[in-house]
């Protein structure tokens, strides 16, 4: 069992989406809904990308300019990962998991509290071999999918993720999503404690 943080208002959640141009639709919906919905999410942000150049401006210049070092934050990256490749993307870019780590490590060192990352893509627990590597954790926990996931419950499975770790709210649409997780044998998400 998880822990439940403190309620506070200095989290944030920042979702980023790497797909192609077609399929970047759900995030935004989902920070509107976080947005409107959420007492315990006090600032919520969306970027979304096809671009593999903009994807790491944007974790490594752009989020370290709107985190605040007292925030909780989670990040969550909603993406395609590959049994074959050492990294994320989908068909026209790819992000290797050296660059990407190396952009969060830059986005999120001025945090007090180390972030949560959630990263929703198959085979997306690779990373956590270059997240090993280096000398000091970049997150306090990684939720990433084990294998290939299936697109119905990433959603759900990934509000469930937020309320497992204190980063609460409370949409109806989400906890539909959950239940539907909940059928599940196998939940998508493996979660790795990284401990300073």
């Given at each position: 069992m998880i822990p439940k943080l403190p309620i506070s208002k200095k989290k944030r959640l920042v979702i980023i989406q790497f797909l192609d141009e077609n399929e970047c639709k759900t995030?935004?919906?989902l920070a509107n809904n976080i947005r409107q919905s959420s007492p315990f999410i006090g600032n919520v942000d969306y970027f979304s990308s096809?671009?593999?150049?903009?994807?790491?401006?944007?974790?490594s210049q752009d989020?370290?300019?709107?985190i605040r070092e007292d925030e909780e934050v989670a990040v969550y990256i909603d993406t395609h990962g590959f049994s074959s490749c050492d990294g994320i993307g989908h068909k026209k870019?790819?992000?290797s998991w050296d660059e990407l780590v190396l952009a969060i490590k830059n986005a999120v060192n001025k945090l007090r509290t180390l972030p949560i990352i959630i990263l929703t893509a198959c085979n997306g627990i690779s990373i956590k071999n270059t997240i090993n590597q280096l000398d000091e954790?970049?997150?306090s926990k990684l939720y990433a999918g084990d294998g290939i996931m299936l697109n119905g419950p990433v959603m759900g499975g990934f509000s469930r993720l937020l309320n497992e770790s204190g980063l609460e709210f409370g949409e109806k649409e989400l906890e539909t999503l959950n239940e539907e997780l909940?059928?599940?044998?196998?939940?998508?998400?493996?979660?790795i404690d990284y401990k300073p």
């Open positions: 995030g935004y919906v096809s671009k593999k150049d903009e994807i790491i401006n944007y974790i989020i370290p300019h709107i870019d790819f992000i954790p970049i997150c909940a059928k599940r044998d196998n939940p998508p998400f493996i979660c």
